[in-house]
């Protein structure tokens, strides 16, 4: 059996005293992308911030490479390979465009250079602080500075939320031309299940912090009425 | 001629660059960290002690002493914040408060133990007692070599936190923690670093005042004082706002004392309630 990238084992996982998580397993291998959908509220960023150690971990474990870093801190966890694009962008306002991708970049094949290419719009803002950026340029920063770290996962949490139409068919774009190399797997938290789905070879569906659907996406991309019974998304309305 | 202000104007400037120098890591510890470090001037202290006992009990020359007086204060107090100042980051005000005016309390009490309670002087070569008259004024050298170390030390942190990788990193873990910690920042050791450099600076002040306004146990508490009004009147965590006001309050404390003596030190207070009545973040405040 190949050892998957990223493994969770029966995670309990919440802020304090509140549990957000309960019994989620997931494991993933190192290439590809996999869907988290689910309503509001059911945990999905949840997950993304117990893969990179914000949340207190009740019971369970977490696997990178087969090691266990359920107690390391979130720094060490960025430096061991995993990318995070949070869900509110979180640029950093004193910082430049070019000095929010650089600030905590790691040599690898994403670059500057490849980055500016991914994103054009970024290289003519580089000179341009990270507060005077619109909603969608914001995002493209985000997740710029991540790929800048070089992850081996990318963890995107709702991309696309918020954003024009025609900012999210950029968006989508790009990141459908930045995972179809392969170069890394990814996590996709997303909203809009009908693009993250095609984005995506596997899907998980949460509901009040539980995995209840784990499967291929073009099946349930197929299945309109799981989809529409699993997170109550009528495509035909969304689209 | 020059009229007798500019000599005022010189002293008052020399004086305002020390209390940069003391200030300015207590500025970026308390406005960027949030930390309530009130034994920052401890620190400066200790690194007047060094240069004192290098000096006198060593035969060391007064300009090799001072990296010395950096160096030690900056490796006592990144001591401290490993032991003690971090376990306190998000504890309340008034823990920071009585933990560190607890160390400047033990601070003078060990430094009258060993030093003893008078004043300690500096016996500096005879060229750094001179002075050049100009135009009629007389300026001492020592001020002279004090005001362009001041202004190079200026210069270097703001280009340093401008336009190096580090002063992005301390920027960007001011801006957002949670998120400079999830891309990979070591924010601990960062700002660890952050503040060995600032109290360095105070080492480096603390040993550049003796000759000044001289150096005896009390220090620790009374400079406190000045670093405060310095740090709130130029705005918390900012460098060119701790330039600007240890300029004015410098000026204005050797002017008062100068032109008004029945005042004296206390034209410092009253410029300071003017300034934060005027401006109450301070003039250049982040918040």
């Not at chain 1, 991914?118 to 969608?136: D, H, I, K, T, V």
């Not at chain 2, 210069?155 to 801006?175: E, P, S």
């Amino acid at each position: 059996m190949i050892e998957p990238l990223l493994a969770l084992e029966d995670v309990r996982a919440g802020y304090g005293s509140a549990v957000v998580l309960d019994g989620v397993s997931l494991a993933l291998p190192e290439r590809g992308g996999l869907a988290v959908l689910g309503r509001n509220g059911v945990g999905k960023t949840t997950l993304l911030l117990t893969i990179m150690g914000y949340t207190r971990v009740g019971r369970g474990r977490i696997l990178w490479r087969g090691e266990d870093i359920t107690q390391r801190p979130p720094h060490r966890r960025a430096l061991a390979g995993i990318g995070w694009v949070a869900q509110e962008r979180e640029v950093f306002p004193s910082l430049s465009v070019e000095e929010n991708l650089t600030v905590a970049a790691r040599g690898g094949r994403w670059n500057l250079a490849a980055v500016y290419d991914l994103f054009p719009r970024l290289a003519e803002r580089r000179r341009n602080l990270g507060n005077q950026l619109s909603g969608g340029e914001q995002q493209m920063l985000a997740i710029a500075r991540a790929l800048m770290t070089n992850p081996a996962l990318l963890l995107l949490d709702e991309p696309l939320e918020g954003l024009a139409p025609i900012v999210v068919e950029e968006l989508a774009a790009a990141i459908r031309r930045m995972t179809s190399e392969g170069a890394n797997a990814f996590i996709l938290v997303e909203q809009h299940a009908d693009i993250a789905l095609a984005l995506t070879q596997d899907a998980l569906v949460l509901e009040r912090g539980r995995v209840i659907h784990s499967g291929g996406s073009a099946e349930l991309l197929a299945d309109h009425a799981a989809l529409d019974r699993l997170i109550g998304l009528r495509l035909a309305e969304a689209s | 001629m020059l009229p007798p202000v500019f000599g005022v104007l010189f002293d008052g400037l020399a004086y305002g660059m020390l209390l940069f120098l003391l200030s300015v890591g207590q500025s970026v510890t308390l406005g960027m960290m949030n930390f309530i470090n009130l034994a920052h001037c401890s620190f400066a202290m200790l690194g007047g002690y060094v240069t004192v006992v290098l000096m006198s009990s060593y035969g060391w020359p007064f300009f090799a002493t001072l990296p010395c007086a950096f160096i030690a204060a900056a490796l006592v107090s990144v001591g401290f914040e490993r032991a003690f100042f971090r376990r306190l980051y998000r504890a309340s005000d008034l823990d920071q408060v009585l933990l560190t005016i607890g160390i400047v309390f033990i601070s003078v009490a060990v430094a009258a133990y060993i030093f003893g309670t008078e004043q300690r002087p500096l016996q500096l070569p005879a060229y750094l007692r001179s002075s050049l008259t100009f135009m009629g004024v007389r300026f001492a050298v020592y001020r002279l070599i004090l005001i362009g170390l001041a202004l190079l030390i200026t210069l270097a942190l703001v280009l340093g936190l401008d336009y190096t990788r580090f002063g992005a990193r301390v920027r960007a873990a001011v801006d957002n923690e949670r998120m400079a910690r999830g891309l990979g920042i070591d924010v601990d050791r960062t700002f660890a670093i952050t503040f060995a450099l600032g109290s360095g600076l105070a080492g480096l002040g603390g040993a550049l005042a003796i000759e000044i306004i001289g150096l005896d146990p009390s220090f620790a508490l009374t400079y406190l004082v000045y670093v405060l009004i310095v740090v709130s009147v130029g705005g918390l965590g900012s460098i060119s706002g701790s330039f600007a006001a240890a300029i004015v309050l410098g000026i204005s404390d050797v002017a008062g004392k100068y032109y008004i003596p029945q005042l004296g030190a206390f034209l410092i207070y009253l410029v300071m309630i003017g300034l934060l009545m005027w401006r109450p973040l301070g003039l250049i405040g982040r918040r």
